[in-house]
């Protein structure tokens, strides 16, 4: 009786563990993700990164910061990832996107360092920024 039950378990045993994804969704608190949706939610403009808007700690950060202050953006708010090891990692959760910087315009995530920049190029962060109120279209700077 106790080999067929211990038989019975081993297929359980034997399951792979369950992916980096669904440990991490367990690691973001209540408090963590209220916080981050206070950020997301309460600033036109939030980018979370790696330092400070008046000095980055990556290059992406920085061209991510530059971008936006080309675009002409006054009001920006960052979030420091690396003062916060539970928003550093809550904040991956939270948009579904695993490195840093991250973007959100009006609550919503626009990108990281690749997607905000080609979105530059193209003259789309600027029509979104426009769109969403954020630059009036006299503000927005000419690109050529």
Known sequence: MFRNALSALRPTLARPAAPWSALQRRLLSDETKNRIEQAVKNNDVCLFMKGTQQQPMCGYSRAVVQVLEVQGVEKLHTVNVLEDNEIREGAKEYS????????????????GADIVIDMFRNKELEDLLVKEGILKPEEAPAQQ
């Open 96 to 111: 579904d996107w695993p490195t840093f910087p991250q973007l959100y315009v009006k609550g919503q995530f626009v990108g």
